[in-house]
């Protein structure tokens, strides 16, 4: 095999400390993953032969044969002379265990196109999502109505649960071609308990807060997202979030956070992010890690040292990043955070209020100028058909073309499209991407939703992470940056998320494993995602294997719907 670079090196050694669960599953992948010799079995349902396995472990590549029965790896050894239903010949490819995407907003979609398009064709075979504070549920009867309506003119579907149960139970109904897992919103937790204003949870409600997530574990949430730039999450102190995380420390979760400040106060959030870890003594995870903006650029170093200096504390705290210096989010996020309180109605008013008008325009202003200015925020999507003339241009140019400021145009979509509109926000620095990318702490994490280049889900210039996290992190990073080799990135896309979450017999290659496996070239794994035309599939990536059915055969879905819900076990 002629390879470009060194798949045979050995994974720089963790700094950090690890977990007994961790090392475990380390210590899996070298006991059992390199496998010699045959198996008791010569025959198989699919045989993968001749391919170059990186285990997930973060050890050196080895050359080995798989057989898969069922949705399981039976045999890794040479089985050459064995028989299967399906052969695949993967000479000149690398065989990984399929990447686990532990930052998603993946859900309602699903029952729009539950091929996960977008997804399996970057070698995803497990969603992990509900982050940022957003989960369908738990639902009171205001959120409901308001989901329902939105779900309706969105998709032309109706929503038909409450609860994470009712959930995860119309999803397995749904059947799906990737594994999916969900956090618990802790936004739309406490907007089913306070409702969306800028208000202190007394005592009683944080205890019902308590009691609804603890449900919602036992019903299979991996634990708690918090999106604390975004209302209503961002009206809650400390101490509301402490007593919510001890609940999931208690039954085994994680809290999965977007802190409170990614720009001027990243430092303050990250101690903020800490804090809760030692005093819920919960497993954290600070998602998509940055700093944004130039004036908070050289904060970098500062956030990665104290994350790096509390893991080696004992803090049991890691994160995650996508591979793109610009971010994705709401138009609404450059409105001052006390006018973004309340229902879409109550908000709008305020936008319309002439007696508001220059408070807010001033707010709006300046976070034009911290960005760098606004032709550095791209309309990515709007719901209405009149406004999707704007998809792909930047508010400057919207703003130029229409002859007016860019606050007038974004307070006059905003009313128009009801807040729906979203922005890609240009943002963050290289160089500070490679350092976070770098860390042992981080792993890969898309912040992205599982759509599709037709149908439905195909509206709008979404951010190229949607379909490109994946093999931009092998091609560009690992393959022509070389800011770590090939097993280093696959760890952090599959052992590592796997072992952060509990995930039981995936995110490595190794016997009575999960037969979730990706096959890809590592001389032509690249994104083709552009944030001119972002619904492109990536290169390189030839097959991918869900609990033992190939979901994508020479580049191309064969239609299976293998994935599993994966419900925590408390």
Same mark, same amino acid.
């Given at each position: 095999m002629n390879?470009?670079?060194d798949l045979l090196t050995k994974d720089t050694e963790m700094k950090t400390k690890i977990s007994r669960r961790e090392f475990s599953l380390t210590v899996t992948a070298g006991t059992l993953g390199l496998i010699t010799g045959c198996s008791t079995t010569n025959r198989f349902d699919t045989l993968i032969n001749n391919g170059l396995i990186i285990d997930g472990s973060g050890t050196r590549a080895f050359q080995k044969d798989i057989g898969l029965i069922g949705d399981k790896i039976v045999a890794i050894g040479d089985l050459k002379n064995s028989t299967a239903d399906v052969i695949i010949n993967a000479e000149n490819l690398v065989v990984s265990p399929g990447f686990i995407d532990i930052h998603t907003h993946t859900d309602i979609g699903l029952f729009v196109n539950s091929k996960a398009e977008s997804k399996i064709h970057q070698g995803v075979t497990t969603e992990v999502s509900g982050n940022c504070g957003d989960s369908p549920?738990?639902?009171?009867?205001?959120?409901? *109505?308001?989901?329902?309506?939105d779900t309706f003119e969105k998709y032309?579907?109706?929503?038909?649960?409450?609860?994470? +149960?009712?959930?995860?139970?119309?999803?397995?109904? /749904? !059947? %799906?071609?990737?594994? @999916?897992?969900?956090?618990?919103?802790?936004?739309?937790? *406490?907007?089913? =308990?306070?409702?969306?204003?800028?208000?202190q949870a007394t005592p009683e409600q944080i205890k019902e807060m308590k009691d609804i997530l603890e449900r919602s574990m036992a019903d299979g949430s991996f634990g708690l997202s918090?999106?604390?730039?975004?209302?209503?999450?961002? @009206? $809650?102190?400390?101490?509301?979030?402490?007593?919510?995380?001890?609940?999931? &420390? !208690?039954?085994?979760?994680?809290?999965?956070?977007?802190?409170r400040s990614e720009d001027d106060h990243v430092e303050e959030a990250i101690?903020?992010?800490?804090?809760?870890?030692? /005093?819920?003594? =919960?497993?954290?995870? %600070?998602?998509?890690? !940055?700093?944004?903006?130039? &004036?908070?650029?050289?904060?970098?170093?500062?956030?990665?040292?104290?994350?790096?200096?509390?893991?080696?504390?004992?803090?049991? #705290?890691?994160?995650?990043r996508y591979p793109y210096i610009a971010y994705s989010t709401g138009l609404t996020m450059f409105l001052p955070l006390w006018s973004r309180q309340g229902s879409t109605e109550e908000i709008l008013s305020r936008l319309r209020d002439k007696a508001l008008e220059q408070k807010i325009k001033d707010y709006v202003e300046d976070k034009g100028q911290r960005i760098g200015g606004w032709d550095r925020v791209v309309i990515s999507s709007c719901f209405l058909e009149k406004n999707k003339i704007w998809e792909g241009k930047s508010v400057h140019e919207c703003a130029t073309e229409l002859t007016t400021t860019p606050f007038e145009f974004i307070r006059n979509i905003l009313i128009e499209e009801k807040n729906r509109v979203s922005i890609v926000g240009f943002g963050m620095d290289e160089n500070n991407l490679k350092k976070v990318l770098s860390s042992s702490l981080v792993m890969i994490g898309s912040d992205g939703t599982a759509v599709a280049p037709s149908g439905k889900l195909s509206k709008g210039k979404p951010h190229p992470r949607y379909?490109?996290?994946?093999? *931009?992190?092998?091609?560009? @990073?690992?393959?022509?940056? !070389?800011?770590?080799?090939?097993?280093?990135?696959?760890?952090?896309?599959t052992s590592m998320p796997a072992a952060k979450l509990g995930l039981q017999k995936r995110?490595? %290659?190794?016997?009575? @494993?999960?037969? +979730?496996?990706?096959?890809?070239?590592?001389?032509?794994?690249? +994104?083709? &995602?552009?944030?001119? +035309?972002?619904?492109?599939?990536? $290169?390189?990536?030839?097959? #991918?294997? #869900?609990?033992?059915?190939?979901?994508i055969k020479d580049g191309k879905h064969t239609g299976a719907q293998a994935g599993s819900v994966i419900r925590h076990e408390v």
């Open positions: 390879l470009p670079f549920f738990p639902l009171n009867d205001v959120d409901f *109505r308001e989901l329902d309506t032309g579907i109706h929503i038909d649960w409450r609860n994470t +149960d009712g959930f995860l139970r119309r999803l397995e109904d /749904q !059947k %799906i071609s990737i594994n @999916y897992a969900t956090f618990t919103g802790h936004g739309t937790l *406490r907007s089913y =308990v306070i409702g969306k204003n800028d208000v918090t999106g604390l730039e975004y209302a209503p999450g961002s @009206y $809650s102190s400390t101490t509301e979030l402490i007593e919510l995380n001890k609940i999931v &420390a !208690k039954n085994g979760g994680i809290h999965a956070t977007h802190i101690q903020e992010a800490l804090q809760i870890c030692k /005093q819920a003594e =919960v497993s954290t995870q %600070i998602s998509h890690l !940055k700093a944004c903006n130039y &004036a908070n650029w050289h904060k970098i170093d500062h956030v990665l040292e104290m994350i790096h200096t509390a893991a080696d504390s004992g803090s049991p #705290v890691s994160a995650d379909y490109g996290t994946f093999p *931009r992190v092998l091609g560009k @990073y690992s393959r022509d940056d !070389k800011i770590f080799d090939l097993a280093t990135a696959v760890k952090k896309m995110g490595l %290659i190794a016997k009575d @494993y999960f037969a +979730d496996l990706v096959l890809f070239n590592p001389e032509t794994v690249i +994104d083709n &995602a552009s944030f001119v +035309d972002p619904h492109q599939f990536p $290169s390189g990536i030839e097959y #991918v294997i #869900v609990n033992g059915k190939i979901t």
